[in-house]
């Protein structure tokens, strides 16, 4: 069965370093990925998307993920973060086999110090 | 454009009641899909709307149910509630595409006593 495996329950980094979310999937066919991102009483944003092609995505924000197959990752970052990147950021991959669906990992809460 | 918008926000039940949540999609989009969220569970597909029938569902028992009206207002309904329904419920509409960009409301908070 498919799932979504976000190793680091929570992060902290500084104001101004850098920043990388780890993201690894199980799926049996070529999978679509995502990046979502959910501050604090919000509902969820759209970071990024991965559907084919260039397996370095840019999204919004100045995050980007890269897919790597054999590794079965699609890691976020974004080389300087700011306070307002404090969130809890959600790698989900979509299923086209049987139902099409969103599967999400359990995600990562980011802290920043300042 | 106004977001998705959910009411209510906030809801308190008891166990065997039944509750019905209300979803308000993007002007112009066609697709809904809702998702239960706890601590526990994480992130979880309940089932998805497309011009008023139920295009993809996920792992839930019948309890949950849902529909969609012509103007794409999706409302869903728990019956019998147990306390592990307490949950955020969110929901989400996307023009029409299943893989469209889903724009989520900030959800329903569900507690059940």
Not at chain 1, 27 to 48: C, D, E, I, M, R
Not at chain 1, 83 to 108: H, M, N, P, R
Not at chain 2, 50 to 61: L, M
Request: proline share 5%; charged share 15%; with cysteine.
């Amino acid at each position: 069965a498919q799932s979504v495996t976000q190793p680091d329950i929570h992060i902290t980094v500084s104001e101004g370093a850098s920043l990388e979310l780890r993201c690894n999937y199980s799926y049996g066919a070529t999978p679509y990925l995502f990046w979502y991102v959910q501050s604090p009483g919000q509902g969820l944003q759209l970071l990024l998307k991965y559907f084919s092609g260039d397996t370095l995505v840019q999204g919004i924000k100045g995050f980007e993920a890269e897919f790597k197959r054999s590794q079965s990752s699609f890691n976020l970052r974004k080389p300087s973060v700011h306070w307002s990147d404090a969130a809890e950021y959600f790698c989900a991959v979509g299923t086209i086999q049987g139902a099409q669906k969103l599967v999400f990992g359990q995600g990562t809460r980011l802290t920043i110090n300042p | 454009k106004a977001g998705v918008t959910q009411t209510p926000r906030y809801l308190i039940k008891t166990r065997g009641q039944q509750v019905t949540l209300s979803c308000s999609p993007i002007s112009g989009h066609r697709s809904v899909s809702w998702y239960q969220q706890t601590p526990g569970q994480g992130l979880q597909f309940l089932f998805e709307y497309f011009s008023e029938t139920q295009r993809n569902k996920g792992n839930f028992p019948g309890r949950f149910s849902g529909r969609q009206f012509s103007n794409s207002r999706s409302e869903m309904n728990v019956s019998t509630l147990e306390l592990g329904d307490s949950a955020l419920y969110l929901c989400a509409s996307s023009p029409g595409s299943t893989w469209d960009t889903q724009y989520f409301g900030p959800g329903t908070r569900l507690t059940v006593l």
